[in-house]
């Protein structure tokens, strides 16, 4: 079982930054995929930014050249730097991750983190 442990939401006026974190403590093989998706109110949730088998890396086409996923392997943790953000960017911000365990592939989601902009 992995509990993927997020933080750094919170209030922003717009044009703000913001730096997302998600850490995936526990014991497992490896994690094949990781990243962020969000849900605003009244909205279906989307992906924002995740690293892909590979190491790839995909973006929302609304959040390109705004925002940043980056990683620390040794760590097991994402971030998502924010930058210049707007009012449409206020969501609910989830972290995932596909992981691979001794039982097999399974993908997780945190608790998510809330992200307001303010205008």
């Known amino acids: 079982q992995v509990q993927l442990v997020e933080s750094g939401g919170g209030l922003v006026q717009a044009g703000g930054s913001l730096r997302l974190s998600c850490a995936a403590p526990?014991?497992?093989?490896?994690?094949?995929?990781m990243g962020w998706h969000r849900q605003a109110p009244g909205k279906q949730r989307e992906l924002v930014a995740s690293?892909?088998?590979?190491?790839?890396?995909t973006y929302a086409d609304s959040v390109k050249g705004r925002f940043t996923i980056s990683r620390d392997n040794a760590k097991n943790t994402v971030y998502l730097q924010m930058n210049s953000l707007t009012p449409e960017d206020t969501a609910v911000y989830y972290c995932?991750?596909?992981?691979?365990?001794?039982?097999?592939?399974?993908?997780?989601w945190g608790q998510g983190t809330q992200v307001t902009v303010s205008s």
């Open positions: 526990g014991r497992f093989i490896s994690i094949a995929a």
């Open positions: 995932n991750a596909d992981v691979i365990g001794w039982d097999g592939r399974r993908q997780y």
């Open positions: 690293f892909t088998t590979g190491g790839r890396t």
